[in-house]
């Protein structure tokens, strides 16, 4: 059974930072590519960063790139996401998926950013 685990979300100011981390098991980890996915309050999921298996290469939405940076430790099986220069518009549920319509993710870890 895929069990993906979030962690790490909290209550920032504009412009601080938080380190989401994702525990997967149940499934080969090392042979999937990972997504982030977000839900805002009221909103539909969006997509948010890819990384292929071995973590070469890396994708993100327009919307983070630049201040998000997707990461991952097979050896751990655990994928990562650093926030930086947070925004009030980046409050939402931060998902791990399989895919990028996030219809195989975790149960989420909320990240609220308010001044």
């Known amino acids: 059974e895929v069990q993906l685990v979030e962690s790490g979300g909290g209550l920032v100011q504009p412009g601080g930072s938080l380190t989401l981390s994702c525990a997967a098991s149940?499934?080969?980890?090392?042979?999937?590519?990972m997504n982030w996915v977000r839900q805002a309050p009221g909103k539909g999921l969006e997509w948010v960063s890819e990384i292929t298996t071995g973590g070469t290469y890396k994708f993100y939405a327009d919307s983070v790139k630049g201040r998000f940076a997707v990461s991952r430790d097979n050896a751990k099986n655990t994928l990562y996401l650093q926030l930086n220069s947070l925004k009030i518009d980046d409050t939402a549920m931060y998902y791990c998926?399989?895919?990028?319509?996030?219809?195989?993710r975790g149960q989420g870890t909320q990240v609220t950013v308010s001044s």
């Open positions: 998926s399989l895919d990028r319509l996030g219809g195989r």
């Open positions: 149940g499934f080969n980890f090392s042979r999937n590519t």
